[in-house]
């Protein structure tokens, strides 16, 4: 059945209308009509069952018949913080994974040795929503702007905090993140981040871990670090 997305559905019975791209998709490219049924997913836990009431080559009306699931976020909450890569198809390629994954939040950080320091973040949240379609996931991640890696430190997170690099000597995150605790992870960009900070993210608390012997690209290891957070509190 085809999934559709609106952010502002939760009741039973409640008719809403589905404009803009998602509705030209389902009513031009899928032919849908009126009687039809679908899902409709909100992101923040619940999934639906609608049925279309009215349609045109613009928009259509969907009333909620049956609530099929509304789930709170999990205790986990796991949050990638990565410098966005060069090529904007290897990092939409980590937010489309990121979100399958299950991500509760993405922040994009401004490196010393950062190659992309512009975001389209209309089109990354589109990303993350068909990915959030495409594997009937119930909760949509939160996604912030580009913000100064000095800037992101100063705001303090709860649970625990890791900055992943390839410095000598430092324990798996596998080894020391313990499950159902709230994480966040810094990845940083193509050459990692400069001694200066990974030495500023320790001093505010920061634990440097590895995620492996050999060198991964960036969009690699911001999905094995969220994957080894899941498999933890699996």
């Known amino acids: 059945m085809h999934i559709v997305y609106h952010p502002d559905v939760s009741q039973e019975s409640q008719i809403f209308l589905l404009d803009g791209e998602e509705a030209k998709h389902t009513v031009r490219v899928l032919r849908k009509k009126p009687g039809d049924l679908v899902w409709v997913v909100n992101g923040k836990g619940g999934w639906m069952e ?17 609530i099929l699931e509304m789930n709170q976020p999990p205790a986990h909450y796991l949050h990638i913080a990565i410098a966005p890569t060069k090529s904007m198809t290897r990092f939409e390629w980590f937010l489309e994974k990121a979100t399958e994954l299950g991500v509760s939040e993405i922040s994009l950080i401004l490196c010393r040795r950062s190659e992309r320091k512009i975001v389209n973040m209309d089109r990354a949240e589109k990303k993350l929503i068909a990915a959030l379609k495409q594997s009937q996931g119930l909760h949509l991640p939160r996604i912030n702007e580009v913000e100064k890696f000095s800037d992101f ?78 498999i933890k509190n699996q």
């Open 50 to 66: 609608g049925e279309i009431v009215f349609a045109d080559n613009k928009k259509c009306n969907i009333q909620i018949r049956k």
């Open 153 to 230: 430190l100063k705001t303090e997170r709860n649970g625990q905090n890791f900055i992943a690099t390839i410095i000598d000597e430092t324990k798996p995150l596998l080894d020391v993140y313990n499950n159902g605790m709230p994480a966040t992870v810094l990845i940083g960009p193509e050459g990692d981040f400069s001694e200066d900070e990974v030495s500023s993210a320790i001093e505010k608390g920061y634990q440097a871990v590895s995620l492996g012997k050999t060198r991964l690209r960036v969009e690699t290891a911001g999905i094995v670090a969220l994957h080894t957070l899941m």
